[in-house]
């Protein structure tokens, strides 16, 4: 006895909810690239009223308040601060630099990143601050 099937190949595909899924997958990760910035490193900034927000950089240097430095989050030490800016410099063409020191970091310290960036040809400095309200 031979049974007949009605399972027939499916001669279209509706690609309507790929398009959606892929749509929600490309919001998700633009929106979510934007907090990518943010370092790993704990500080606690000073705050400001007045501050705006900060054009993403490479170029990220944290103090600590025991006075640790860290390029992105890789700890370094003083000496080394002008030769990973000159080669992040060098290789990503950028010419802003993002300081991002503890509240109780004495501004002498500050000071020397700066200079030191300002040899290079690091013409850019904006030091990170946190809104008080």
């Known amino acids: 006895m031979k049974f007949e099937t009605s399972n027939k ?6 690609f309507s909810s790929l398009t959606d899924i892929v749509m929600l997958l490309l919001i998700f990760f633009l929106l979510t ?9 704990k500080v606690r900034l000073p ?3 007045n501050n705006e927000q900060t054009s993403p950089s490479r ?12 390029f992105g989050n890789t700890e370094i030490g003083m000496d080394e601060i002008g030769i990973r800016l000159s080669q992040a410099a060098a290789s990503e063409n950028e010419k802003a630099l993002i300081i ?3 509240k109780s970091v004495k501004i002498d ?3 020397k990143i700066i200079d030191t960036a300002k040899g290079l040809g690091i013409d850019k400095f904006t030091i ?5 309200e």
């Open 9 to 14: 190949p499916l001669s279209i595909f509706s």
């Open 33 to 41: 690239s934007q907090f990518v910035i943010q370092t790993g490193v």
């Open 47 to 49: 705050g400001a009223e």
């Open 59 to 70: 170029l990220i240097i944290s103090i600590t308040e025991d006075n640790r430095f860290y």
């Open 100 to 102: 991002r020191a503890d």
């Open 109 to 111: 310290i500050v000071i």
């Open 128 to 132: 990170e601050t946190e809104k008080v």
